[in-house]
């Protein structure tokens, strides 16, 4: 008989001892979870908060005794893990209900600690209410400031995904927000000129954005923080404090025990989520992972990766094998009130940064068919190998269909597909669902295209000494253009191509860069070898 013992619940832990229950049904499983709740929907806590989720008990996946009477898994909550002897095999625990300490045996251990918020060394951070939004508890909390209607502000240190969830949720309650990014831009993990849309969505639902703005002080006292110092000097009058800077895995018991903590600062595993100790393994937000594109070890705390690690982790510690797991892209999406954003793979930057040669493409396109009614339009952002053609990253907003689109991308990323190989596709087309060349399809054709050649897509800044020819409608030009740009209307482009001089580089654009590639073709079939298209078109280049 195995006495299997998992520190920790919730994605990783529960998906271990679940799995492992399921294919031993002889084995002594105990979970041992430092919080209140062995298994909650974290996903939804901002939603709870905002009140589309209602009820609280709607976010609790399960319990200590319905998961005793379907699994007899011996689930035991507020009880905190404090050293584990790897020669003993035991784990020291203490009941938080009244302090005492006992040992628990194990042959098998399963470490799945989480990770904890991450909060500034400043004055003032523990005033109560400065919080964090990790746990049912810290949801609670929450709640109960929002219940005493003394809120009106709130003040969100961190644009990410939990920052922005958290954002919307609380102007639905009519709450007003400002949202503190020391980055850039929001959402850290879109590139810059993705993300500007995003903030353009908080600014039109009244959220104030602080960008490329971090948090220098907390004035207040221990009591309560009432005002929020940025570093340029701006300073916000406030009710609560979120901090959602990031998290840092919860390591300290495993480097205790003398387990590898890799260069990330999470836990070394194998591709079984074996740690040094091959009697241990660790999974979920604490474990280190390979990025799919890269190959190299990195953090990537989600839940769907960690709901795998602990499936596979469950399989192998009570049966000796499994398949090994696989790599992560990082594949996230978010809502940001009428917009969804998602992302898979490595930004641009990030993928410069590893060493490959980037190029990139840009399409806007409907989500499905523009003559059936409800048609909007998706943002495509490809970044992929200018070699090889392999597809790196993909980033996609939009009002309708993001999560089709990206899912295809992160397929396309998990399986080392090129650009061409979306081009081929075979993707469900019917009018209200798609188009016969779905947006998937039109990135990759304009990837395809540059590749190839065809077209040469170039950024504003690399097209700063080009004389800019605006390719769009006199009214378009009208109402707003790039600076020194001319305007020659696509429709009229041929017979005023005297116009220009076939010697001097040009950069044509229009609005999204569709009808910048039709001029660009134009030009360079009656001669000029000096012309590019501006990719993504004056949509990109501008924040109107």
Known sequence: ??????????????????????????AQITVIEKGGYISFANCGLPYHLGGRIEREEDLLLTNPKKVWKRFRIDARVREEALSIDRTHKTVSIRRLSDGSVYALPYDKLILAPGATAITPPLPNV??????????????????????SGSVRHMTIIGGGFIGLEMAESMVERG????????????????????????EQELRRHGVSVYSNNGLKALRGN?????????????????????????????????????LIIGSTGAIEVNHYQQTNDPDIYAVGDAAEVVHTVHGKKTRIPLAGPANRQGRLAGEHAVTGQAHPIGTVSGTAIVKVFDLTVAVTGLGEKLARDN???????????????GYYPGAQPLRIKLIYDKTTGRVLGGQVIGRSGVDKRIDVLATAIQFQATVEQLTTLDLAYAPQFGSAKDPVH????????????????VTLDQAANDLLVDVRTPDEFASGTLPGAINIPLEQLRERIGELDPGKPITVFCQVGQRGFVAERILRETGFEKVRNLKGGYAMATDE
């Open 222 to 258: 221990a009591e309560k923080v009432r005002e929020v110092e940025l570093e340029d000097g701006t300073v916000l009058t406030t009710d609560v404090v979120l901090m959602s800077i990031g998290v840092r895995p919860n390591v300290g018991l495993a480097k205790d025990a003398g």
């Open 1 to 26: 008989m195995c006495r299997l013992v998992i520190i920790g619940g919730v994605a990783g832990g529960m998906s271990a001892a679940t799995r492992a229950r399921r294919l031993d049904e002889k």
């Open 355 to 369: 060493g490959f040669g980037v190029d990139t493409a840009y399409v806007v396109a409907n989500h499905h068919a």
């Open 442 to 457: 039109l990135v990759g054709f304009v990837a395809m295209n540059q590749r190839n050649k065809i077209s040469h897509g």
């Open 175 to 198: 709450i007003q927000v400002a949202v503190v990014e020391k980055m850039p831009r929001v959402l850290p993990p879109i590139d810059p000129e993705m993300a500007r849309f995003v």
């Open 126 to 147: 523990e005033a109560p209410n400065v919080l964090q939004l990790r746990s049912m508890e810290d949801m609670q909390r929450i709640r109960h400031f929002l219940q």
